[in-house]
């Protein structure tokens, strides 16, 4: 039996791998992405529609309406799906670099599932917790010393992803407040963009994950010091 004074430290956070959860994840900003070029897809034929609504016939202003309205119902399945994984996934790689570097976040666990949801912060805040995430889980250089991996693919995923989710506000306020052909014309034309971004922007989100994925792997597997 142990003495009354002596405390007992708190377990080491073992690491968790985050390869199945980034296959999956990855697989879903795959579909994702090819539902957003179906959307550009339909916001073309809704483009082509509406530039001339009074020489259309009924059937097809309907279909091209139906497809539209699809192609959006599409969208929100695939982004609740995708959000739902991604965000396991970046929980479980925050956690990791707890153990790999836990000075290196500014904060704590939590954030990595909540800084989704806060207004106007979340503009921001996972993508902060990204670059910590990053640079905790890259190993040192030989000879101990902080070796630094360009955070580029970061940039570029968070970028898009912001730049779509602004343009795709201003095309779904003009969507709303489109009165004539050609205002309907200006609201698709926009919406196809922020389609177009969605897209590129889960592409980039791949790399991301399957980067980031790799460098926590080979961290874990080799060690914190790289083999240069």
């Known amino acids: 039996m142990l003495p009354q004074h002596v405390v007992l430290p708190p377990p080491a956070t073992p690491l968790r791998s985050p390869r199945g959860l980034a296959t999956a994840t990855s697989v879903l900003l795959a579909v994702a992405a090819a539902v957003d070029a179906f959307a550009v897809y339909a916001g073309a034929v809704m483009h082509g529609v509406s530039g001339d609504l009074l020489s259309r016939g009924e059937d097809e202003v309907d279909r091209a309406d139906h497809l539209y309205q699809a192609a959006g119902l599409l969208q929100v399945l695939a982004l609740i799906a995708t959000a739902v994984v991604f965000i396991v996934w970046f929980h479980r790689v925050r956690c990791n670099a707890d153990v790999f570097a836990g000075d290196v976040c500014t904060r704590g666990k939590g954030w990595a599932i909540g800084g989704w949801f806060v207004p106007v912060g979340n503009l921001w805040i996972p993508s902060q917790i990204a670059r910590e995430i990053w640079t905790a889980s890259a190993q040192s250089a030989p000879d101990g010393s902080w070796r630094t ?33 050609e205002a309907l014309q200006r609201a698709a034309d926009v919406t196809m963009l922020a389609d177009a971004l969605s897209m590129a922007a889960a592409i980039l989100a791949i790399v991301f994950v399957r980067k980031l994925t790799a460098m926590q792997d080979l961290k874990a597997t080799q060690g914190p010091v790289a083999a240069l």
């Open 149 to 181: 991996v360009s955070q580029r693919p970061i940039t570029a995923w968070w970028s898009l992803w912001v730049a779509n989710l602004v343009i795709g506000r201003i095309a779904s306020t003009m969507y709303k407040n489109a009165d004539t052909p």
